[in-house]
């Protein structure tokens, strides 16, 4: 029997795609960020790049990783998306935990940082959630 999936379904799934998109676009460009250019940055945006541990870094990169690959995933109607946006989040605990208890006591982090890391978190819930009634719907193939 197959399971009419609701017409809004693909636009959400893809700029979910697009958002992790971006993230994804920040991690690697975070990588090309040379000791020149940070010794162009304020201090406050130095301190912040030296308070960074290297776990952080690959933390990150699971949570955008995974969250690509999570909503392609949602695009496709698979029903491993979840397993790959639950991964995600977990990149992301992480990451957060390292902005507030490892970097934010060195160098401390502005109400900027804090919400876009909030927001992060928020959309990660919700494709977590999308995933969960995309597969108990029937909507995955």
């Known amino acids: 029997m197959t399971v009419a999936v609701p017409k809004w379904f693909k636009p959400v799934a ?3 795609l697009i958002w992790n998109l971006i993230g994804l676009l920040a991690w690697v460009i975070d990588f090309t960020v040379t000791p020149e250019l940070i010794a162009q940055m304020s201090e406050a945006q130095q301190a912040i790049y030296q308070a960074r541990p290297g776990w952080l870094w690959m933390a990150t990169g699971v949570a955008v990783v995974a969250g690509t690959l999570g909503c392609a995933g949602l695009i496709m109607k698979r029903t491993w998306s ?3 946006l639950i991964l995600s989040m977990l990149g992301l605990i992480v990451q957060d935990f390292a902005i507030i208890a490892v ?3 060195v160098a401390p982090v502005g109400v900027d940082v804090m919400g876009m890391q ?4 928020v ?3 919700a494709l977590i959630y999308l ?8 909507w995955a193939n």
């Open 14 to 16: 893809i700029l979910a």
């Open 82 to 84: 979840m397993f790959m």
């Open 103 to 105: 970097i934010h006591p």
């Open 118 to 121: 909030s927001v992060v978190f």
């Open 123 to 125: 959309i990660g819930v």
């Open 131 to 138: 995933a969960r009634k995309m597969n108990r719907e029937g």
